[in-house]
């Protein structure tokens, strides 16, 4: 006589305050993990970018470079470069260990609120308040961008890449889903402003968070809105959104000092995690562990789920 299979635990939340960051770089802006989640990046309002191992709580380099306010980065995959843009509208890339400028890509008209490697780090992408997406080509000696993307009619505020994709929101209330291969562009129309999107870990859906407090699952192939997520408060600042590790959950930022877990199948609140006293500015959900990181004024909070303990000294 078989037994029934017994069903799999409920993934764990991280809702456990391992550690407290004290940046030192003013307000971080943005934290980013790198690709298998053990570092960190912060952007700091200060110009610097620092690289961290966010579970020991150690500052491991510093990069200065920019000349404003560093708005967001993010790490390639063999963890040699690291990205980022910023409010002085230059893209710069960065060597990890050097911890040197490689070079910086002037050419936005505004702001750069985004950046984001492509799968092998040879191209980097940018998002701008200038209405466009431009692709640098990391290995060319050209000043100019291998291709720019001008269909946004405002500022682009969030771009993602897949191997053949990029996924970007704009302040005109669209997302806009570029086909690289089939060279097609599809557009849905959310109606609000979006302040982030990503695509589901299985690359079936998007998640987009707009100014109407709301965040919404889409059907990547068809549009089909397949779940709305409300709660949590986002009105006026560009914050963060995410799924869970395993796509389980659906993770944003509030502006009210909270951030906001949500089953993504049942489109129940899940958890409400108190982060503090203000904007939780960004967020970072750990590519395989319930692990995440929360950016609030000067610091970043690590939080992990109930049962972790920490190995070794943390100090």
């Not at 298998?36 to 912060?42: A, F, K, Q, S």
């Not at 040879?122 to 431009?134: E, M, P």
């Amino acid at each position: 006589m078989a037994f029934p299979e017994p069903k799999p635990l409920a993934p764990e939340l991280p809702q456990k305050l391992l550690k407290t960051l004290d940046c030192s770089q003013g307000a971080v802006r943005a934290v980013r993990f790198n690709v298998d989640g053990n570092y960190c990046l912060t952007c700091g309002s200060d110009k610097t970018l620092k690289l961290w191992n966010p579970l020991r709580g150690t500052l491991l380099r510093t990069y200065s470079g920019h000349g404003y306010e560093v708005l967001d980065a993010a790490g390639s995959f063999d963890n040699s470069s690291l990205c980022s843009g910023g409010g002085d509208k230059a893209v710069v890339l960065w060597d990890v260990a050097s911890g040197q400028v490689v070079r910086k890509f002037r050419g936005h008209a505004g702001k750069v609120n985004t950046v984001q490697f492509n799968e092998e780090a040879t191209v980097i992408l940018s998002g701008s308040i200038d209405s466009s997406i431009r692709c640098w080509d990391c290995r060319s000696r050209r000043p100019e961008p291998v291709q720019t993307l001008d269909e946004a009619r405002d500022g682009v505020s969030s771009v993602k890449v897949s191997d053949h994709e990029v996924l970007s929101g704009s302040v005109d209330g669209r997302v806009r889903r570029y086909d690289l291969r089939m060279g097609q562009l599809f557009s849905d129309y959310v109606g609000s402003p979006i302040t982030c999107t990503c695509f589901s870990r299985d690359g079936q859906c998007t998640l987009i968070s707009s100014l109407d407090s709301t965040l919404r699952l889409l059907d990547k192939d068809t549009g089909e809105l397949l779940g709305e997520y409300t709660g949590h408060k986002n009105q006026q600042y560009k914050l963060d959104c995410s799924l869970s590790a395993q796509d389980t959950h659906v993770v944003s930022c509030s502006e009210d000092g909270k951030v906001f877990f949500w089953d993504l199948v049942e489109g129940s609140l899940a958890l409400v995690l108190p982060v503090g006293l203000g904007v939780v500015q960004s967020l970072a959900f750990h590519p395989h562990e319930p692990c995440l990181l929360t950016a609030m004024g000067g610091s970043v909070q690590c939080w992990r789920e109930e049962a972790y303990e920490a190995e070794g000294p943390t100090g």
